[in-house]
Every structure is written in C-alpha cells, then in structure tokens.
C-alpha cells in the first residue's frame, strides 16, 4: 500500500464528524534512518478534543518520544504514544485551549518522533490541514472569484447542518467573500494584500486567503500583512511562513 492510500484511508475513517483534519508526512531527520517514513492523521472536533492516528515504518527501533511541538525545533506541547518500529497507534488528546487550536490549524505545530539510536529525532513533519478531493475549493487556482465562491457555498451546503452553523464556518464564509481570487483585478493588483487567519473548518478551504487591504482594516479583520499585493504568482500568502 503506498502512503497516498495510507492517507485516504485514515481520512475515510476520520471524516464523519470531523471539523477540520490534518495531516503531517513524516521525513527522516539528519541522524535518523533515512529508509524511515511516517504519516500522521489528526481530527480537531468542535469541543476542542483531537484524535490522532500515527503510522510509522521503517523507525529502526522502538520510539522514545513522540510529540507534538511549536515549530521544527521548538519546545513540545502535546505527548504521545510512542510507536514501534513499524506499526499504527491511535489516540485522542485534549481539549486545547482556543489559542492551542489556532496555532494547530494555522501550521504552527510539528510531530517530532525520536529514538534511542537518534535522540535528537528520527523523523518530523508540518501539521497541515488536509487538502480533500472534491471537497476542498482553491482561491490560488479558480478561474475566477464567482467560481471560488460557488465552490465554497457547494461544499459548505454538503456539510452537517450543526457544523455548518459554527462560527469556524460563518468566519470561512466571509473571508471567502472577500478573498481576491481568479484573474487579479485593477484593487487587487494596487491594494497591499492582507492574509486572513486559516479558517478550515469542514476542510473547505485550508489554504490562507488573501484581501486586498490597508493596514488598518487588515488588523480588524485578524489578518497580517502579506508579502505583496493579492495578485502576486505564487499568491503572497504561500509565501508566508507559517
């Protein structure tokens, strides 16, 4: 089985009442076993829980520490079970704290996993929302902003009537609205772009959006000045890191 069908797999099992999903791909650290590999499967729930679901192959041993940290190197924030060598262990942690599942959703936050013949790390991995085939509408690719919008109103109204009542969603809504999509318009290419916050709730959108707005507004709206104008190629917040 190859991991794309890894992947699909452990999303199937996670989409019933999932809010938002992500996923890391785990590559091997300098020091670690370079044949190992890992995929990591998480599912934020409305209450603020996680369930995660790990798989490894190749490790060289059993894991010593498995974790979930602030940025590639940073402290860790959330434990987990270590996994053998090769093999799936599954879990649940939780609840964070509002500001705990933004910096998760927002690609803030890494899985660290280490063994005794690598303590400094074995392999690692950005946590991303994940991208759902025929679910997952695009800004960075529609044909135009009327197409991203019809795509998001699509994939919002195949949502459970609760979740689509959420705040997550009214929020994902209005950035929608207002993101700067398609061929760049006259506003777009001579405003200074605004990246709104990730808001990917559902999995509709999980890339960050971008408005074409002053500073000023851009603060109101939560969102954090992009790297250039909203029609910028690759769009400025792609660039942004993390």
Same mark, same amino acid.
């Given at each position: 089985?190859?991991?794309?069908? #890894? ?11 999932? *809010? ?20 990591? !499967? ?5 209450? $603020?829980? !996680?369930? &995660?679901?790990?798989? /490894? ?7 010593? /520490?498995? *974790?979930? =940290? #602030? ?14 060598? +090769?093999?799936? %262990? ?8 509002? *500001? ?8 803030? &936050? &890494?899985? %660290? /996993? ?9 392999? %690692? ?18 044909? +135009? ?6 795509? !998001? ?11 689509? =009542?959420? @705040? $997550? /969603? ?16 006259? =506003?777009?290419?001579?405003?200074? $772009?605004?990246?709104?916050? =990730? ?17 000023? @507004? ?19 917040? +792609?660039?942004?890191?993390?």
């Amino acid at each position: 089985m190859t991991w794309a069908q #890894v992947a699909a797999t452990l999303l199937v099992a996670a989409v019933a009442r999932a *809010e938002v999903r992500l996923e890391a791909r785990l590559t091997p650290l300098p020091g670690g076993p370079p044949e190992a590999r890992g995929l990591a !499967v998480l599912t934020l729930r409305d209450d $603020g829980t !996680v369930r &995660w679901e790990l798989r /490894v192959a190749d490790l060289g041993g059993f894991a010593t /520490v498995t *974790e979930l =940290r #602030v940025g590639a190197a940073g402290p860790g924030v959330v434990a987990l079970t270590n996994p053998p060598a +090769s093999g799936t %262990h599954i879990g649940r942690f939780g609840p964070l704290a509002a *500001e705990a599942q933004a910096a998760l959703v927002d690609a803030r &936050w &890494w899985l %660290h /996993v280490a063994t005794a013949s690598a303590p400094d790390g074995a392999l %690692h991995g950005l946590i991303l929302p994940a991208a759902i085939d025929g679910r997952t509408c695009g800004c960075a690719g529609a044909a +135009s902003g009327a197409a991203f919008r019809a795509c !998001v109103r699509t994939a919002v109204r195949r949502l459970p009537r609760a979740q689509r =009542r959420t @705040p $997550g /969603v009214r929020a994902l809504k209005r950035a929608a609205q207002a993101a700067s999509c398609g061929p760049p318009t006259r =506003r777009a290419r001579t405003r200074p $772009g605004c990246c709104l916050p =990730r808001t990917p709730a559902g999995n509709v959108v999980v890339e960050r959006l971008c408005v074409p707005r002053a500073a000023g @507004p851009c603060t109101r709206l939560g969102g954090m000045r992009a790297s250039g104008a909203c029609s910028a190629s690759p769009p400025a917040c +792609s660039r942004e890191a993390p």
